[in-house]
């Protein structure tokens, strides 16, 4: 059976290029919308919050403190170093801090390398935040000497770099008694997490 003539007017050259054209009008329409989608989704990656953007941690932005674990310990040979975002702004704490005991320390306090609860990622803190690292004073190794003095320094992004003077923080007992085995932790949001590092050794 013939089919029905058809009665569009329009030839077939048209209705081919008509066709095309929607499709490629689709196909950009598509594009720029899974474009637009990835942009944002970069955009958000890289907004507000991310250490990206986030500057390092000051002495200007943060106190400082040292607490004995378990409080009434007069031994003081575990602390708690607890650092308080006191400003207006986010701001990172990059991997631990550089401690140093007693004023005549040859060098600053060694770091338990397995201590890092997020490898390579700094910990940001939002503003009244707090930050935790634990501090072995003595290990029960040699050479045991007085320390009147605590002095932290903040890492900056690049290993080895500093952001600001080091901080003087306020010792919890009248003199520490520190040896070779002294060690501290990276930082981290979690008091607990830090301190398991410390507290059987």
């Known amino acids: 059976m013939n089919s029905p003539a058809c009665t569009n007017r329009t030839s077939p050259r048209t209705r081919t290029s008509l066709g095309g054209w929607k499709s490629t009008a689709l196909g950009a329409a598509a594009v720029a919308a899974l474009l637009g989608t990835m942009t944002g989704e970069a955009s958000a990656a890289e907004g507000p919050g991310t250490a990206n953007t986030v500057a390092a941690c000051t ?64 910990v940001t803190l939002a503003p009244g935040a707090k930050a935790y690292a634990a501090l072995l004073v003595s290990g029960g190794a040699r050479d045991v000497y007085e320390a009147k003095s605590i002095t932290l320094g903040l890492q900056g992004r690049t290993p080895g770099s500093t952001t600001s003077e080091p901080i003087d923080v306020p010792l919890p007992v009248d003199t520490l008694y520190a040896d070779d085995g002294q060690l501290v932790t990276y930082w981290t949001t979690a008091s607990g997490f830090a301190l398991d590092f410390i507290m059987s050794k």
């Open 59 to 122: 002495a200007d932005a943060l106190t400082v403190s040292a607490t004995t674990e378990p409080t009434d310990d007069t031994e003081a040979r575990h602390l708690l170093i607890t650092a308080r975002n006191v400003g207006d702004k986010e701001c990172a704490l990059y991997r631990h801090p550089r401690i140093r005991l007693g004023a005549d320390a040859r060098t600053t306090v060694p770091v338990i390398e397995d201590s890092d609860p997020d490898p390579g990622v700094p």
